[in-house]
């Protein structure tokens, strides 16, 4: 089979790459190890930035986000056992967040893509990738126990950070990692209570970290810093409940049934470039950020947006300007994000070792941001998220 473009994975990136190609008359195939059930009923965060919003309703597939989302104009920073709320409509002229999970996304956009006639092609397995710096790669995959083979112009790496595709490009040259490790990790429940705070608070503590975020009327999403070694089974419920009440103090955490708990490992990392020859990455699979500035898929949606063009470009005038200044194009709005979400983890967790120091370097940092409108419009401009032209 020939197609313009074969797309690994079908998360945010994939999908999205897929249907702003479509839009621009270019053809693709995505490829995903996973069934449609799974890829729907992962359950996963999603804040999605102004932007992102902004296209998936001028691209036609914003009809559910606009009805269910949930607009948030501000957050709250805690600290020193009060509340300091960033009001991004005010520092942003009017931008703000939609709390809108990246599955109900997933959801929209495969929707929109088999309604257009678009070809995903679910649960297959052995994928492989081939000749990626000749003319024609070609994308090797088993499904329903038949081998297929797919004759591509360019191939999109949108496979995760589980990716196999990042392998293709060789390293140490060209490819170079860039990797940050943390000394913690980020326990969440989700419980059955009313939300506890209109807007999601981001708490400092020398306990550590916690944050108060919601799903719904009736089920709430909170998170704790622990310790990366930690599991499941070290945290009771009472537990839980009473170091939110400490960390988050001055806030009224509204308690109820805890349905769910896990541990989240992370870290920040960016490959470059993230291209090589007819293979372009996104998302993912070309960097990772910490979870505390809420960018991930929002840099997945950004990189496609980018890419899409660059290819379009390609085949409308066999013109490959754009698509070799991919990496240079979308890197330093990654570099942002990765700064953001450094900047707003290191700001609010407690360090291992942490001394009265470092807590006390913490607070001022904090007081610093909130007490100015310049530190306050830094953040929210950096949360909200910068257009993406
Ligand atoms: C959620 C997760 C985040 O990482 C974040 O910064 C805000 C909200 C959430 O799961 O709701």
């Known amino acids: 089979m020939q197609i313009q473009v074969g797309i690994v994975g079908a998360g945010p990136a994939g999908l999205m790459l897929s249907h702003l190609l479509h839009q621009r008359g ?34 036609g597939i914003g009809e559910r986000v606009k009805r269910l989302g949930m607009v948030h104009h501000g957050i709250e920073l805690r600290f020193g056992g009060r509340g300091h709320r960033i009001d991004f409509a005010d520092l942003t002229g009017g931008r703000g967040v939609t709390i809108y999970p990246q599955h109900e996304v997933l959801k929209d956009l495969i929707a929109q893509r088999l309604a257009d006639g678009g070809d995903i092609r679910f649960g297959v397995s052995d994928v492989q990738v081939e000749g990626i710096t000749g003319d024609r790669p070609r994308i090797r995959f088993t499904q329903d126990g038949a081998e297929q083979q797919l004759d591509c112009a360019l191939v999109a790496g949108c496979d995760g950070s589980r990716t196999t595709t990042r ?85 009224e955490i509204k308690e109820g049934p805890i349905f ?45 947006h980018v890419l899409s063009r660059a290819m379009a470009e390609f085949f409308a005038n066999s013109d490959r300007t754009a698509l070799d200044a991919y990496t240079a194009t979308a890197l330093p709005r990654i570099w ?54």
């Open 260 to 304: 769910s708990k896990s541990v989240l490992h992370f870290r920040s990392f960016v490959c470059e470039p993230m291209q090589h020859g007819r293979l372009f990455l996104a998302g993912d699979a070309a960097h990772t950020v910490p979870p505390t500035g809420a960018k991930g898929m929002n840099l997945a949606i950004a990189d496609v």
């Open 336 to 389: 942002r994000a990765q700064h953001f979400s450094w900047w707003m983890t290191s700001m609010l967790h407690r360090m291992p070792e942490a001394t009265g120091f470092d807590l006390h370097r913490q607070l001022a940092e904090l007081d610093t941001v909130t007490r100015s409108r310049a530190g306050r419009t830094l953040l929210a401009e950096n949360y909200v998220g910068t257009p993406f032209d």
């Open 167 to 251: 392998f293709l490009i060789p390293s140490p040259n060209p490819r170079q990692d860039h990797f940050r490790q943390y000394p913690f990790a980020w326990f969440g429940i989700l419980a059955e209570a009313p939300p506890s705070s209109e807007e999601l608070i981001y708490a400092h503590h020398r306990n550590g970290f916690a944050l108060i975020s919601t799903r719904s009327a009736t089920v709430q999403r909170h998170y704790l810093q622990v310790d990366p070694n930690d599991s499941v089974e070290d945290w009771s419920d009472d537990r839980i409940w009473s170091e939110l009440h400490t960390r988050v103090a001055g806030a």
């Open 26 to 59: 270019v053809e693709s195939v995505v490829l995903d190890t996973r069934t449609r059930e799974e890829i729907e009923g992962t359950i996963r965060a999603g804040v999605l930035e102004q932007s992102s919003v902004d296209l998936m309703v001028d691209t």
